[in-house]
């Protein structure tokens, strides 16, 4: 096995080309050392990105935040800005794994990953977030929500690799949330999940929303009636049902050892519910610039 | 497979070692280094019996190379005491009966260590999730987190 | 000395909390465990283990392995012996398996070479023709006429009649009159329950390092609960005398009782014999999970039969346990344990032991008893709640005492059993206020403790201070408590003391940590050892001052005239005596080498409130209070200890810890991920009060802390989380699926 650790771009995505297949991406590598270690991958070679400008950097761009691919969580969670407008990406990306596990884990890695349980990506995706892939041919976006196109496939072709996260702008009578479940407190891998993101209208009512949905189906799913269910309410009773109804009809979840199909469907119902609340609490605090 | 040759710092002073690209900075340490306080396991990132600090943060060294060290700032449970003196959190550990197999123990030191120098009053729900990544099974955590709390307050006052 | 009649009240050591002397060690990273334990030349052995769950094994082929340059050795079960012995066999089967392998996880060749990727590069090479079997992995489904059969005619005597071909063994006990006492109630319970095994969890992985020269002579380190037992499997696996295998414990990262046995340790040995260097082997976490012992999963009924003022009529409990794939009694202990707290007129347990193709179960904590104890004080509880009475009030109202002939048979003597359900009656936590969807749950638990072989050194240094030597591996701060029981014997400073835990060669035998044993039994042999030193001290003295040896009396750390017609002398301090002993004789020393009784039971009693979220069926643990006997706590810090890591083990068991097999038989949650031990998060503060009802069995009154507090958790859990939620739960663990299918059922 050999370790490379590229000082650019370019000469980052020239290695992987050339090794397609072999070579493996390291981040925080709190995912990569756990399938090297269990015998599930052995890569002939390690592609170390830490040392590739920006690529640590929280940096503003058009109103929002580009969050480079080996920004760990804790750093995420440090930034003021990053807290203030993307509460839920930023609450989401710390609750991967342990306080030492946030010290290196990232989301870049966590989507990449390509899992449906992922802890940062319903969040993401309920925030629009884009991702910034480099490859042979320069850079292009991927919007979050089409990157990943199966239990562990994404839109990366040869040679490219995801350099950055942007959160974009929002209004400022806005904002998100993210919760999941898990059997205990903490160090466990989402059960289900769900991440809102709302923008309020002058009149208090949600104008525009995303609600995306974790651990219920081969990968996260964004799920546009949810979003519609409570576009146009203020979360009153009858919005919040028809929330918790369409997340339901949109779990296709399955049995195994972290919980049963009726469980997932039915948590993750409670769980949107909650985080819409949530988010809608966190806007019109935002708002009026009063606490809820 | 060939060697990479890294210069870090270990606990303040300048260290190098040689490892395979795939050896993790937890077998550098224990192997290479001869440091075995940071202990394995699970080799999975679920225990933080290996809690190192790196560059200020804290990792489980299972999960990083050891080749990333080249440069960092490394800190274990062995650096913890300057010379005959304790630091407070092993002092308070000791007295307070914070450890009963003591496998946990200098992950959980290292990882309390990192918490008070963030936040020197922390509340007891605060203590719990920031150790939530290193399991002990002896305790019941229950001793561990007063411990920290003697260990805060004795630093707070020093 | 007539111990009964003469139990000590006044210390001065025992009872304070020193700090442990192994304790810089353990915060500064110098303590060495298994892992930390390297000799020069060794090398790395690893283990090939079996993907199926029940499978013949055709052949093996290693010449491959065998051919890959690094490669020192290779090892199957062909390289051992067969014992004679049955029970040995089957620790050696487990270690490597013969002819079939038996779970998934089962070992079935090992390799040494000269690092870790030689080996695992020859672990791939080694060819296993295996013809996969039918598997059973569910106790009652292996319990059934034709079920697979794990092992052909493994039944032990006690097996009667009509059982299927996997049960091994059957118990029974009670007494009385079962139909008249179910004739007198005026309400009986029937219920049905199980319980999923689960892990000791101990953080560190088994390790070892064997050293086995060519004359035969070898040595062993590694860590376990038992050098001596170590030692007597090994020799017995490798065909070695007991005397040429020196084994070492270094010290150990958590046991709980998984490490009572050997896994790895013979399998070292062999491949060193074989390699003719040392081999060190550690186990990876998923190899812990997959193949060193769980404890056992029960299938249970209990039926209960009260009177609507709160009397228990008569009782009877059918135990189905299964510890794997090889014979194992843990079933005993459970029918013995399930009613030890109640004083009844008629009662009856049975028990069932099945094979199934899971791993060997290893003892855990209190083996066989928590599960037993669950669903007895979960139907107690029912019974409570339906007559609508206190469910302590109903505790104590039946509760077994001295005097009582307990539902095993023995009668007990003074137990603490009242004192702890009356501490939990008048302690605040049981009258505080509860919310919505929270719940109280309390229950009973109990253990025996053991006794057992132990031998202790112990030397009058000339400097005026002490060494003991003992051999039982301190896992929770016994070489504390050993220190201050031989400082407060001899009446000196504990500071002067020094307890250093010794290899299998330097005293007699002494049994594995287990049972609650050491701080008893070992603290008896350390004051009686301290006893013949001080018997040998006021001999010397005697002789300095000429006058009789029964004229010297021992008080505070001296020897002194017994009373004036003794003669009129200056004391002499334990220090003055061993500064001159070279002149008055020689070395002084004590020993004391004993097969320890009088164990002393234990209770305790636990309080539980939870609230249980109705729309996730997430349980939170909001506030534990452990009442126990510890008969006298030599060090209150470590019997606290005690309580409250046995309380979070049982925590765990309730709500999230359990083996999960897969329809192919395959552990599915070999890892700290999904095999839920409590996180600091998980819990609350533990807390805890200590009684203290003196042992009549020991000099001090100690009676053995570590194994009743994970008894009661489970009931506790099941009975607070079932009167938050309005619907009784009958299963472990209580996992939130479960939970809020029985909400959502209850609507």
Same mark, same amino acid.
């Given at each position: 096995?050999? #370790?490379m650790?590229?000082?650019?771009?370019?000469?980052a995505s020239?290695?992987?080309a050339?090794?397609? $297949?072999?070579?493996?991406?390291?981040?925080?590598?709190?995912?990569?050392?756990?399938?090297?270690?269990?015998?599930?991958?052995?890569?002939?070679?390690?592609?170390?990105?830490?040392?590739?400008?920006?690529?640590?950097?929280i940096?503003a761009?058009?109103?929002?935040?580009?969050?480079?691919?080996?920004?760990?969580?804790?750093? =995420?969670g440090?930034?003021?800005?990053?807290?203030?407008?993307?509460?839920?990406?930023?609450?989401?990306c710390?609750?991967?794994?342990?306080?030492?596990?946030? $010290?290196r884990?990232?989301?870049?890695?966590?989507?990449?990953?390509?899992?449906?349980?992922?802890?940062s990506?319903?969040?993401?995706?309920a925030?629009?977030?884009?991702?910034?892939?480099?490859g042979?041919?320069?850079?292009?976006?991927?919007?979050?929500?089409?990157?990943?196109?199966g239990?562990?496939?994404?839109?990366?072709?040869?040679?490219?690799?995801?350099?950055?996260?942007?959160?974009?702008?929002?209004?400022?009578a806005?904002?998100?949330? #993210?919760?999941?479940?898990?059997?205990?407190?903490?160090?466990?891998?989402a059960?289900?999940?769900? $991440?809102?993101n709302?923008?309020?209208a002058?009149d $208090?009512?949600?104008?525009?929303?995303?609600?995306?949905?974790?651990a219920?189906?081969?990968?996260?799913?964004?799920?546009?009636?949810?979003?519609?269910?409570?576009?146009?309410s203020?979360l009153?009773?009858?919005?919040?049902?028809? =929330?918790?109804?369409?997340?339901?009809?949109?779990?296709?979840?399955?049995?195994?050892?972290?919980g049963?199909?009726?469980?997932?469907?039915?948590v993750v119902?409670?769980?949107?519910?909650?985080?819409?609340?949530?988010a809608?609490?966190?806007?019109?605090?935002?708002?009026?610039?009063?606490?809820? | 497979?060939?060697?990479?040759?890294?210069?870090?710092?270990?606990?303040?002073?300048?260290?190098?070692?040689?490892c395979?690209?795939?050896?993790?900075l937890?077998?550098?340490?224990?192997?290479?280094?001869?440091?075995?306080?940071?202990?394995?396991?699970?080799g999975?990132?679920?225990?933080?019996?290996?809690?190192v600090?790196?560059?200020?943060?804290?990792?489980?060294?299972?999960?990083?190379?050891?080749?990333?060290?080249?440069?960092?700032?490394i800190?274990?449970?062995?650096?913890?005491?300057?010379?005959?003196?304790?630091?407070?959190?092993?002092?308070?550990?000791?007295?307070?009966?914070?450890?009963?197999?003591?496998?946990c123990?200098?992950?959980?030191l290292?990882?309390?260590?990192?918490?008070l120098?963030?936040?020197?009053d922390?509340?007891?729900?605060?203590?719990?999730?920031?150790?939530?990544?290193?399991l002990?099974?002896c305790?019941?955590y229950?001793?561990?987190?007063?411990?920290?709390?003697?260990?805060?307050?004795?630093?707070?006052?020093? | 000395?007539?111990?009964?009649?003469?139990?000590?009240?006044?210390?001065?050591?025992?009872?304070?909390?020193?700090?442990?002397?192994?304790?810089?060690?353990?915060?500064?990273?110098?303590?060495?465990?298994?892992?930390?334990?390297?000799?020069?030349?060794? %090398?790395?052995?690893?283990?090939?283990?079996?993907p199926?769950?029940?499978?013949?094994?055709?052949?093996?082929?290693t010449?491959?392995?065998?051919?890959?340059?690094?490669?020192?050795?290779?090892?199957?079960?062909?390289d051992?012996?067969?014992p004679?012995?049955?029970?040995?066999? &089957?620790?050696? &089967? /487990?270690?490597?398996?013969?002819?079939?392998?038996?779970?998934?996880?089962?070992?079935?060749?090992?390799v040494?070479?000269?690092?870790?990727?030689?080996?695992?590069?020859?672990?791939?090479?080694?060819?296993? &023709?295996?013809?996969?079997l039918p598997?059973?992995?569910?106790?009652?489904?292996?319990?059934?006429?034709?079920?697979p059969?794990v092992?052909?005619?493994?039944?032990?005597?006690?097996?009667?009649?009509?059982?299927?071909?996997n049960?091994?063994?059957?118990?029974?006990?009670?007494?009385?009159?079962?139909?008249s006492?179910?004739?007198?109630?005026?309400?009986i319970l029937?219920?049905s329950?199980?319980?999923?095994?689960?892990? %000791?969890?101990?953080?560190?992985?088994?390790?070892?390092?064997?050293?086995?020269?060519?004359?035969?002579?070898?040595?062993?380190?590694?860590?376990?609960? !038992?050098?001596?037992?170590?030692?007597?499997?090994?020799?017995?696996?490798?065909?070695?005398?007991?005397?040429?295998?020196?084994?070492?414990?270094?010290?150990?990262?958590?046991?709980?009782?998984?490490?009572?046995?050997v896994? @790895?340790?013979?399998?070292?040995?062999?491949?060193?014999?074989?390699?003719?260097?040392?081999?060190?082997?550690?186990?990876?976490?998923?190899?812990?999970?997959?193949?060193?012992?769980?404890?056992?999963?029960?299938?249970?009924?209990?039926?209960?039969?009260m009177?609507?003022?709160?009397?228990?009529?008569?009782?009877?409990?059918?135990?189905?346990?299964?510890?794997g794939?090889?014979?194992?009694?843990?079933?005993?202990?459970?029918?013995q344990a399930?009613?030890?707290?109640y004083?009844?007129?008629?009662?009856?347990?049975?028990g069932?032991?099945a094979?199934?193709?899971?791993?060997?179960?290893?003892?855990?904590?209190?083996?066989?008893?928590?599960?037993? @104890?669950y669903?007895?004080?979960?139907?107690?509880?029912?019974?409570?709640?339906?007559?609508?009475?206190?469910?302590?009030?109903v505790?104590?109202?039946?509760?077994?005492?001295?005097?009582?002939?307990?539902s095993?048979?023995?009668?007990?003597?003074?137990?603490?059993?009242?004192?702890?359900?009356?501490?939990?009656?008048?302690?605040?936590?049981?009258?505080?206020?509860?919310g919505?969807?929270q719940?109280?749950?309390?229950?009973?638990?109990?253990?025996?403790?053991f006794?057992?072989?132990?031998?202790?050194?112990?030397?009058?240094n000339?400097?005026?201070t002490?060494?003991?030597t003992?051999?039982?591996?301190?896992?929770?701060?016994s070489?504390?408590?050993?220190?201050?029981?031989?400082?407060?014997?001899?009446?000196?400073?504990?500071?002067?003391?020094?307890?250093? @835990?010794?290899?299998t060669?330097?005293?007699?035998?002494?049994?594995?940590?287990?049972g609650?044993?050491?701080?008893?039994?070992?603290?008896l042999?350390?004051?009686?050892?301290?006893?013949?030193?001080?018997?040998?001290?006021?001999?010397?003295?005697?002789?300095?001052?000429?006058?009789d040896?029964?004229?010297?009396?021992?008080?505070?750390?001296?020897?002194?005239?017994?009373?004036?017609?003794?003669?009129?002398f200056?004391?002499?301090?334990?220090?003055?005596?061993?500064?001159?002993?070279?002149?008055?004789g020689?070395?002084?020393?004590?020993?004391?080498?004993?097969?320890?009784e009088?164990?002393?039971?234990?209770f305790?009693?636990h309080?539980?409130?939870?609230?249980?979220?109705?729309?996730?069926?997430?349980?939170?643990?909001?506030?534990?209070t452990?009442?126990?006997?510890?008969?006298?706590?030599?060090?209150?810090?470590?019997?606290?200890? %005690?309580? %409250?890591?046995?309380?979070?083990?049982?925590?765990?068991?309730?709500?999230?810890?359990?083996?999960?097999?897969?329809?192919d038989g395959?552990?599915?949650?070999?890892?700290?991920?999904?095999?839920?031990?409590?996180?600091a998060?998980?819990l609350?503060?533990?807390?805890?009060?200590?009684?203290?009802?003196?042992?009549?069995?020991?000099?001090?009154?100690?009676? !053995?802390? !570590?194994?009743?507090? @994970?008894?009661?958790?489970?009931?506790?859990?099941? /009975?607070?989380?079932?009167?938050?939620?309005?619907?009784?739960?009958?299963?472990?663990?209580?996992?939130p699926?479960?939970?809020?299918?029985?909400?959502?059922?209850?609507g």
């Open positions: 096995m050999q #370790y650790k590229p000082s650019t771009a370019t000469e020239d290695i992987l050339r090794n397609e $297949g072999a070579a493996r991406i390291l981040g925080g590598g709190t995912d990569l050392l756990v399938q090297m270690r269990s015998g599930m991958i052995e890569p002939e070679m390690i592609v170390d990105i830490k040392h590739l400008d920006g690529i640590t950097d940096t761009e058009d109103g929002g935040l580009r969050i480079g691919a080996a920004v760990s969580g804790q750093r =995420l440090e930034h003021e800005g990053a807290r203030a407008m993307w509460p839920g990406v930023v609450e989401a710390e609750l991967i794994g342990s306080t030492q596990i946030q $010290g884990c990232t989301m870049a890695g966590n989507l990449c990953n390509g899992g449906p349980a992922a802890d990506v319903p969040a993401m995706i925030a629009a977030a884009v991702a910034r892939i480099e042979p041919k320069g850079a292009r976006d991927c919007p979050v929500e089409e990157f990943v196109t239990p562990g496939k994404t839109v990366l072709g040869k040679g490219e690799f995801v350099s950055s996260i942007f959160l974009p702008a929002r209004p400022k806005a904002s998100d949330a #993210y919760l999941r479940f898990i059997p205990r407190t903490e160090m466990d891998i059960v289900a999940s769900a $991440g809102v709302i923008v309020l002058d $208090g009512t949600i104008k525009s929303a995303r609600v995306a949905l974790g219920v189906g081969p990968k996260v799913v964004l799920v546009a009636d949810a979003a519609d269910a409570i576009i146009g203020k009153e009773d009858p919005a919040i049902t028809a =929330l918790v109804r369409a997340c339901e009809a949109a779990a296709s979840p399955i049995d195994d050892k972290r049963t199909v009726e469980f997932r469907t039915t119902g409670v769980l949107a519910k909650r985080a819409a609340r949530i809608m609490d966190r806007a019109q605090e935002n708002a009026t610039g009063e606490k809820t | 497979m060939k060697n990479i040759h890294v210069s870090t710092t270990l606990n303040g002073d300048d260290a190098e070692f040689v395979a690209p795939e050896e993790t937890l077998d550098a340490l224990r192997n290479r280094l001869g440091l075995s306080g940071a202990k394995e396991g699970c999975t990132g679920d225990c933080g019996a290996c809690t600090e790196m560059d200020g943060r804290l990792v489980c060294s299972c999960l990083v190379l050891g080749a990333e060290a080249q440069g960092a700032q800190k274990t449970v062995e650096g913890m005491a300057i010379g005959e003196a304790l630091h407070p959190l092993q002092q308070a550990f000791i007295d307070h009966a914070a450890l009963q197999c003591g496998i123990t200098p992950g959980i290292v990882a309390a260590k990192n918490l120098e963030r936040n020197p922390p509340t007891d729900t605060e203590i719990r999730y920031w150790l939530a990544g290193n002990c099974r305790t019941g229950d001793k561990i987190i007063k411990a920290v709390q003697i260990a805060a307050a004795d630093m707070r006052g020093a | 000395m007539n111990f009964q009649s003469n139990t000590k009240a006044n210390f001065k050591v025992v009872g304070t909390r020193v700090p442990r002397p192994d304790g810089v060690d353990k915060v500064t990273g110098r303590a060495l465990y298994g892992a930390d334990f390297n000799v020069p030349g060794m %090398q790395v052995g690893l283990i090939l283990r079996s199926h769950a029940h499978a013949t094994i055709n052949s093996i082929d010449s491959k392995a065998t051919a890959l340059p690094g490669v020192k050795a290779v090892v199957t079960s062909a051992l012996g067969v004679e012995d049955e029970s040995l066999r &089957d620790v050696q &089967d /487990n270690c490597l398996a013969r002819g079939k392998v038996l779970y998934d996880g089962h070992a079935v060749a090992a040494a070479a000269k690092d870790m990727a030689t080996a695992k590069a020859a672990l791939k090479l080694i060819k296993v &023709d295996y013809t996969p598997h059973v992995t569910d106790v009652d489904a292996a319990m059934k006429l034709d079920a059969v092992q052909e005619a493994r039944a032990d005597e006690s097996v009667p009649e009509g059982c299927g071909p049960v091994t063994h059957y118990c029974e006990f009670g007494h009385g009159d079962l139909e006492g179910f004739g007198m109630a005026d309400l029937e219920r329950f199980t319980t999923a095994a689960t892990h %000791q969890g101990y953080i560190e992985p088994h390790a070892c390092v064997a050293s086995y020269g060519t004359d035969d002579k070898a040595d062993l380190w590694c860590t376990t609960q !038992g050098q001596y037992f170590v030692r007597d499997l090994c020799s017995g696996i490798l065909g070695i005398e007991g005397s040429q295998l020196r084994v070492t414990a270094s010290e150990i990262g958590g046991g709980f009782g998984g490490k009572t046995t896994f @790895i340790e013979p399998v070292a040995l062999a491949l060193s014999r074989k390699a003719g260097r040392p081999v060190k082997i550690v186990m990876s976490r998923v190899d812990v999970f997959r193949a060193t012992g769980p404890t056992v999963s029960s299938s249970m009924d209990v039926r209960i039969g009177t609507k003022d709160g009397r228990i009529t008569a009782a009877e409990a059918k135990l189905r346990y299964q510890g794939a090889f014979p194992c009694g843990t079933v005993d202990m459970g029918a399930a009613f030890a707290a004083d009844l007129k008629a009662v009856r347990t049975q069932w032991n094979l199934t193709n899971r791993p060997k179960e290893a003892a855990y904590r209190a083996p066989g008893a928590p599960m037993a @104890i669903a007895v004080e979960s139907v107690v509880d029912e019974l409570c709640q339906q007559l609508d009475l206190d469910p302590l009030d505790r104590i109202l039946n509760a077994a005492d001295a005097g009582t002939k307990s095993y048979g023995p009668t007990f003597d003074q137990i603490g059993l009242m004192a702890t359900l009356e501490a939990a009656k008048e302690h605040d936590h049981y009258h505080a206020p509860l919505e969807n719940g109280r749950g309390l229950s009973c638990g109990f253990w025996f403790n006794g057992g072989n132990t031998s202790v050194s112990l030397a009058i000339s400097d005026g002490v060494s003991v003992e051999g039982n591996p301190d896992i929770g701060g070489r504390a408590s050993i220190s201050m029981m031989a400082a407060e014997e001899l009446g000196v400073a504990y500071e002067k003391v020094r307890t250093i @835990i010794t290899d060669s330097s005293l007699g035998q002494n049994d594995v940590t287990d609650s044993r050491v701080t008893f039994a070992v603290g042999a350390t004051i009686k050892a301290a006893r013949a030193a001080i018997r040998v001290m006021c001999g010397r003295v005697a002789k300095i001052w000429g006058i040896e029964d004229a010297v009396v021992w008080e505070d750390g001296a020897a002194k005239p017994s009373g004036p017609n003794a003669g009129d200056e004391p002499m301090t334990l220090a003055d005596i061993a500064a001159i002993s070279s002149e008055t020689g070395p002084i020393a004590g020993h004391h080498e004993v097969n320890a009088g164990a002393g039971v234990s305790g009693v309080l539980a409130d939870v609230e249980v979220d109705p729309e996730t069926g997430a349980t939170k643990v909001l506030r534990y452990v009442f126990q006997d510890a008969g006298k706590a030599v060090h209150p810090d470590y019997v606290e200890g %005690q309580m %409250q890591g046995g309380a979070a083990q049982g925590i765990g068991w309730a709500l999230n810890e359990e083996y999960i097999y897969g329809d395959r552990l599915q949650n070999a890892g700290f991920l999904d095999y839920r031990i409590p996180v998060s998980d609350p503060n533990i807390d805890t009060v200590i009684l203290e009802i003196p042992n009549p069995g020991h000099p001090y009154g100690v009676r !053995g802390v !570590g194994e009743t507090p @994970i008894v009661p958790p489970l009931a506790a859990l099941s /009975n607070a989380v079932s009167r938050a939620i309005g619907v009784r739960l009958h299963e472990l663990p209580m996992s699926p479960k939970i809020l299918k029985a909400v959502m059922a209850k």
